[in-house]
């Protein structure tokens, strides 16, 4: 129900006929009462205590870790109270807008998992409280403009840029608060004559709220994060319609909280030092505001000094690195979810397994200053949250970077899922004891699995501790010997029995005892016999097993890859 403004008309001119004026200036034929809209947007039908939360971003094409965040602290509260969260999008500025911003932030945030149930671009049979883009609002806004002008709340402003501007430098001058307010405030009092005059003359205006605050006066207000706040109250005639007929940020987000039926605003603290001309729309506007809990903001740590993360420095704050990156998505929500609720890590130690839904966020308990961001704490739990993957679900995540990010080579590859798998299953140590805990992005993941191709395999290790370079005749013993025998049949044990011979014929003690027990009677130990072969087969002087590595390329591939390390050898040889 709209209540009647609590404010006595206020407007100097007493005789003035603001029907008439409001009539003028906002000329809307077809304009609902604003009365009408709140059977337009009823109470939404909830449980008690569930919480109605919005993500509210302006389509600047730059969604950051700040947003992440603030969406999370609002699926949470929506979710884990059986409430809504829409996306609304404030467009009022329509220089800022880029095209495709829209899809972007919705795309980026399912990526994370955060899924809206309303809103822009949402398709939902709960899109009731719609349109979601203020820019298709601006009937409801006029109609509350008008009745606001009508009770003398709001009033027309002509002056123009080069006037505010030497109002503000008289201001700064004096040392004085900047802004639109009491003596400053030229159009409040002007007269009805002025006003049709100005108009008459075709002059431009914006549509103010005729404050009626004063700073002598403080009041105490409950922040949902932040507890108890005193401020003092709003005196400035801020806009309220700009002269092209949008509302500005401060008049939609009151208007559209209100009838989207809002009820918990999560936002940036950088909001707080407006929450006074907030508070004071809601009053004018007769409206019960919604609860508002201000976030802190991100911070990190830079040498010794905290700072807020910045977009100029930290590349880390853009949601896209995190993607292009190939970070788990999953362990960047936990990881935010620790900043957000300190007690969720003392949870997740005890729920390793659990659903992170599973956690009772509060909203109380968020930080009430700087959250502390922690880049290598989010790469320990991407490494963790990796490691527990099963092969199909490890598929899936590696696919979905390639897809995007991916070389086309790394696209073909994908293609063969078995034996993406196959690699899966021993690079990661998928089902087996040795689970391999180091990868931490997808792109390192891929970048793994480059010597089971042909067309990414590259000699990265060309160190040979024995022979090599300097005994060609003994790398071409192990080589061509190996691949006499090599049959990918054997078994582990038949497999090493096999390296064993070749090497100790091409001179390397076949035991290991024997090499630790007479080290100078021989070329080298077995393994640095075998690490010829796994040059040869990987390029790397590491790998993991590198029997079941030959098993998965293939004999023929193998022995191609023996044979042309052979000519590699024996060009260095004679290169010499
Ligand atoms: N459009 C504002 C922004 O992008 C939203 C602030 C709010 O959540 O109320 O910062």
Redesign the pocket.
Known sequence: MILTAVYARVNEDMDMDLKKLAATLIPDKALLAPEEYESVYPQRELEKGAEVT?????P?GFIHLGNLY?ALADERAAHTSGGIFYLRI?DTDEKRKVEGAVESVIRSLKYFGIKFDEGAEIDSPLNKYGPYYQRQRAEIYRSFVKKLIEEGLAYPCFCTAEELDAVREKQTENKETTGYYGAYAKCRSLSEEEIYNNLKAGKPFVIRLKSQGSIENKFTFRDAIKGDITVTENDQDVVILKSDGIPT?HFA?AID?HFMRTTL????E??LSSLPIHLELHKVLGFKPPRYAHTCSLMKMDGETKRKLSKRKDPELSLDYYRKAGYFPLAVVKYLMTVLNSNFEEWSLKNPDGDYKAFKFKIDKMGKSGALFDLEKLCDVSKTEISKLSAEECFDFLKGWVDEFGTDGDKKHFEDKEYIIKILNLIMGVGGKKRRKDIERAEQGVRLMDYFFDDTFAHTDKFRKYGAEKDYSTVKSMLEGFARVYDPADDNSVWFSKVKSVAGVAGFAAEMSEWKANPENYKGSVSDAAEILRIAITGKANSPDLCTIMGIIGKERCLERLDADLCIMKNLAQAK
């Open positions: 919005r993500l509210a971003p302006s600047t603030s404030e940020y987000h909280d605003v999560i936002r940036g950088e909001w």
